[in-house]
Structure formats: C-alpha cells, structure tokens
C-alpha cells in the first residue's frame, strides 16, 4: 500500500491477556517507530528500528511491552499479561532514511483497550 | 529533559480568522522543530518543520519560525477553513539524525463556518 498499516485497528483485551500489534511501514523504508498515545495526551516514545536492528528501547514502559523487526520491514509490538495502564493507540512510524528533520509517516494506530 | 508545551484547546474560530497556537520548548543543544496534523480517523501528518534557528516553515497557508532566543515554535495561519479542524501536535527531535521526537499534548482547533 502507499502508506503505513497498522493491524487491528481496533483491540479489545481482558486483563492479563497477551496481544500482538503489527506494522507494515512504507516499502524500503530503513527507520521505524512505536509511540504510545494516551487519551488526550501527545504520542510518546517506545522503541526505534533500524532495519532489523533495534536501535534504542529506552521508552518501553516495562518489560512485559517487545518489539521486533526480524526481516527489516513489518515489525510487531507485543505486549504480554496486558494491564488496564496498557490502553492507549498504539502510532507506528517510518521513515526513508535517517536524517535531521526527516520526515515520518504514521499510521492510523492501534486502539488498545484493557478491560 | 526535552519538553515541548502547548497552548490547551479546543481553540474555537469562525472561518477565515487568524490562528496562532503557541509552542514553547526545552531542549538541550540544537533540537529541529515540528507541527503535525491529525484529522479526525486518520494519521499524525507532517505538517511544516524547521530544523535551524531563524527557519521558517510553512504548508498549505500555515507558518512557524523557529526563535530559539523565546524557545518557541508558534503556529500561525491568516485565514482559517472549516477543513483546517484537526488536531495539532508540537514536537521537538533532539538529537539530529535520530527522529525520535518528543511530543507535546496537542491542541485540538474547531472552525465553524
């Protein structure tokens, strides 16, 4: 597709339930992002890849949240024993290359509800 | 830390009034700025960024110029349209070449016609 796709778009989980967000970036696309946005809040920061590399995970709330990008393309956030604190969208980014200023393109999220 | 904060909304206008939402930040050296866009069911969009002191971005009628000497990054725009109802994000990247942005809490505009 011409854009970033995120699957499901919407996800409904019990307590403790294990899930598993996908990405599919822009083809050929080298970076790619994760970003948790809570209601009413801006996105926020949760891991960076780099092809397949795993450049940085420092926003990763704990660790029950991992993310991969095995093959350099479509990556998956998962998030395992799911807590009510886990309901947000979940933004995937990607971007050409990497650079100063680049410029990221989002998809719609994954809407996460924990009940 | 890195921080961005920005004006709380919704900001409601009738159309064809002028917009600004402010945007101030806090960074350590030489961060590039961003204004994104988010319509209602879609995507976070680029909408204008600035990557030195002094820059000037601007798209489709908006503009924001990057005044390190205030540590802001205002959002303006003459005349604004029905269409523009959105949401609109601040963000900073601190780190040149890296993209890992940081977000402020974004103001949500209202224009009725």
């Known amino acids: 597709g011409a854009g970033v796709s995120q699957s499901p778009r919407y996800k409904v989980a019990k307590r403790g339930q294990d899930v598993a967000l996908r990405c599919d970036p822009i083809s050929g696309h080298v970076s790619l992002f994760w970003y948790q946005q809570a209601l009413g809040q801006g996105p926020e920061f949760l891991t960076y890849f780099q092809n397949e590399a795993q450049l940085d995970k420092s926003g990763l709330p704990s660790d029950r949240f991992f993310a991969e990008r095995p093959e350099g393309s479509v990556s998956t956030l998962k998030i395992q024993r799911t807590q009510q604190e886990d309901s947000a969208v979940y933004l995937c980014?990607?971007?050409?290359?990497?650079?100063?200023?680049?410029?990221?393109?989002f998809g719609s999220g994954t809407q996460l509800s924990v009940l | 830390g890195n921080s961005v904060t920005q004006m709380e909304g919704p900001v409601t206008l009738s159309e064809e009034a002028f917009l600004t939402i402010n945007c101030t930040y806090t960074a350590t050296g030489y961060p590039s700025l961003f204004w994104y866009v988010q319509y209602p069911g879609e995507g976070l969009q680029l909408l204008l960024k600035a990557t030195k002191a002094d820059d000037k971005g601007s798209n489709k009628g908006f503009e924001a110029t990057y005044r390190k000497e205030t540590t802001s990054f205002h959002l303006e725009k003459g005349s604004v349209q029905v269409s523009d109802s959105a949401v609109y994000f601040c963000a900073l990247e601190p780190l040149p070449g890296f993209q890992k942005l940081v977000f402020g809490t974004g103001t949500r505009l209202l224009v009725s016609p």
């Open positions: 980014a990607s971007s050409p290359n990497t650079g100063q200023g680049e410029k990221l393109f």
